[in-house]
Antibody, heavy 118, light 106 residues
Framework: QVQLRESGPRLVKSSETLSLTCTVS??????????WSWIRQPTGKGLEWIGR???????NYNPSLKSRVTISVDTSKNHFSLRLSSVTAADTAVYYC??????????WGPGILVTVSS | DIQMTQSPSSVSASVGDRVTITCRAS??????LAWYQQKPGKAPELLIY???ILHSGVPSRFSGSGSGTDFTLTISSLQPEDFATYYC?????????FGPGTKVDI
């Protein structure tokens, strides 16, 4: 079991880029067992998978966001990151990071609410 | 994308009740189906993966079944801490997709 925590700006202006970091503790982000995922949840709504990255940097993205999303990993800092460009109000959500064995999200961070302002 | 639906969208139940939640996939996902529990203001927590395997520490009153496109989550005897929203997720195909959730309340 690993612990994860999201960090980054909680307020982003419309058309700018949302940037979040997920710090992993209790395990190595280099582990070949895991993929590192981002999921988001608009207030009062369901869960949307954004994408994931493997320890060696291989990525999979949700096609609905693919043109705007970049997920990267920094093994030296044991963290991974999300960048979402050209944000709008529709991107306002709680953003979660999670560790996944295959595609099952085993451990989750507490989440961070990011609001896009006009 | 594989669309996931859940029924009911909400259910009112009492402590000790047996609760069953259904999840349906728009295409077959074999047994690649997971269930999560989410309490208000908290992150989801993994309950079950591969349709019926309980995640470590999950009480045995939770069980899952199904295959292909139709799946169920059953809580055999509802406990006070089980009042929450439950989501299914297919883990078979990218993009990974979740059901809309089922809220279990009093």
């Amino acid at each position: 079991q690993v612990q994860l925590r999201e960090s980054g700006p909680r307020l982003v202006k419309s058309s700018e880029t949302l940037s979040l970091t997920c710090t992993v503790s209790g395990g190595s982000i280099s582990s070949s067992h895991y993929y590192w995922s981002w999921i988001r949840q608009p207030t009062g709504k369901g869960l949307e998978w954004i994408g994931r990255i493997g320890a060696r940097g291989s990525t999979n993205y949700n096609p609905s966001l693919k043109s705007r999303v970049t997920i990267s990993v920094d093994t030296s800092k044991n963290h991974f990151s999300l960048r979402l460009s050209s944000v709008t109000a529709a991107d306002t959500a709680v953003y979660y990071c999670a560790s996944a064995e295959a595609s099952v999200m085993e451990d989750w961070g507490p989440g961070i609410l990011v609001t896009v302002s006009s | 994308d594989i669309q996931m639906t859940q029924s009911p969208s909400s259910v009112s139940a009492s402590v000790g009740d047996r609760v069953t939640i259904t999840c349906r996939a728009s295409q077959g996902v074999h047994s690649w189906l997971a269930w999560y529990q989410q309490k208000p203001g908290k992150a989801p927590e993994l309950l079950i993966y591969s349709t019926s395997i309980l995640h470590s520490g999950v009480p045995s009153r939770f069980s899952g079944s199904g295959s292909g496109t139709d799946f169920t989550l059953t809580i055999s005897s509802l406990q006070p801490e089980d009042f929450a929203t439950y989501y299914c997720q297919q883990t078979n195909t990218f993009p990974l997709t979740f059901g809309p959730g089922t809220k279990v309340d009093i």
